[in-house]
C-alpha cells in the first residue's frame, strides 16, 4: 500500500511538470527579463535608475500613469455601483431567469477588446446607429462623443459591470430575507436596511471586487487602443507603443513603466486586503 501511495505521489508530480514549464517559461522568465531590462540603459548595456526618473517625472509618462489610475477608480466605482443593484435584482428572478441571466453575464465579460471597441463605433460613433436615431428624434442630450473620455469612460464602464455582477452576486445571499422583514417590522425603510445591514454585510464582497475591477481596467489595452488609438494618454497604451515603438522600440523604458503598472496593481491589491480585514473585523 505504501508503494502504491508513493507511486501515485510521484505521477501526480509529474503531472505538475507541464504547469510548472509553462508558467517558468511564459509568466516567470519574462518578468525576470522586464525587471533586468528596465534597470538598463537604452541599448541594454549598464546599470540606471534613469528609466524610472524618466517615467515617475516626464509629463508625459506621469500624466499617463495618472489618467489610468483616474479612469480605472471612476469606472469601477460606476461598475460597482450598478453591479450591486443588478445582482440583488437577479435574486429576486426565478431560478430558469437567473440562471439565463447570469450565463448573459458571463458571456458579456469576454466581449471585450477590438469586438466590443467596433460594437461601440457602429452604435454610438459619430455616423453611429444610436448616434443619427437620436438626433432623428430630437434626443440629441442622449448621444455623447464617444472618442472623448466620457466616451473612453463608457466603454470601460460596459466591460466592467458584468465582471463585477459575477463577482458580488455569491455575496448577495449572505443577505437574509428574515433580516429585511425583522427591519420592517421595527420601523425601517428599505434605504435604512440597505444603509445599516445590507451594504456592511456585503462590503468585503464589495471591496474585493473593486481590487479586481481595478486591475481589469489598469490592465486593459485592447480595447481602448482600438477606440482611440494613441490620441489618449493611458499607461498601457504607452508602454504598448515603446515596446513596438514607431520608428525605434525602448524596450528599457517599457519596461520600466510595465514594473511601475505592476508596482500600482500591488499597492491597490494590499490596500485591498487591508480593506477587507478591516471589513471582516468591523461587521
Known amino acids: ?59 508625459l509618462y506621469k500624466t499617463a500613469i495618472l489618467n489610468s489610475v483616474m479612469l480605472s477608480l471612476v469606472s469601477s466605482v460606476i461598475a460597482i455601483v450598478i453591479a450591486v443593484i443588478g445582482a440583488y435584482s437577479f435574486t429576486t428572478f426565478s431560478s430558469k431567469v437567473r440562471d439565463r441571466m447570469l450565463n448573459i453575464s458571463n458571456v458579456m465579460t469576454n466581449f471585450a477588446g477590438i469586438p466590443l471597441a467596433f460594437a461601440f ?19 440629441s442630450f442622449l448621444t455623447f462623443d464617444l472618442y472623448s473620455w466620457t466616451g473612453l469612460g463608457m466603454v470601460y464602464i460596459y466591460f466592467q459591470i458584468p465582471l463585477a455582477i459575477l463577482l458580488i452576486y455569491p455575496a448577495m445571499y449572505a443577505i437574509k430575507t428574515e ?45 481602448a487602443y482600438a477606440l482611440v488609438l494613441r490620441n489618449f494618454n493611458l499607461l498601457p497604451i504607452q508602454i504598448g507603443g515603446l515596446v513596438s515603438g514607431d520608428v525605434f522600440p525602448r524596450i528599457e523604458l517599457g519596461s520600466a513603466m510595465a514594473i511601475i503598472l505592476f508596482v500600482i496593481l500591488m499597492i491597490a491589491m494590499l490596500i485591498n486586503e487591508k480593506m477587507l480585514k478591516l471589513a471582516r473585523k468591523g461587521y
Open 1 to 59: 500500500m505504501a508503494g502504491r501511495g508513493s507511486s501515485s505521489h510521484k505521477i501526480m508530480l509529474l503531472l505538475l511538470v507541464p504547469f510548472c514549464v509553462w508558467v517558468i517559461a511564459f509568466l516567470i522568465l519574462p518578468a525576470v527579463g522586464m525587471l533586468i531590462s528596465s534597470f538598463q540603459n537604452e541599448g541594454g548595456q549598464g546599470f540606471t535608475l534613469g528609466q524610472y526618473s524618466k517615467a515617475l517625472t516626464h509629463p
Open 121 to 139: 463605433m457602429v452604435l454610438y460613433g459619430t455616423n453611429g446607429m444610436f448616434t443619427l436615431l437620436f438626433k432623428k428624434l430630437g434626443l
Open 179 to 223: 433580516w429585511k422583514e425583522a427591519s420592517s417590522l421595527l420601523g425601517a425603510n428599505s434605504f435604512q436596511f440597505w444603509f445599516r445591514i445590507g451594504v456592511p454585510v456585503i462590503l468585503p464582497g464589495i471591496v474585493g471586487t473593486f481590487s479586481v475591477l481595478f486591475a481589469n481596467a489598469m490592465g486593459a489595452y485592447a480595447t
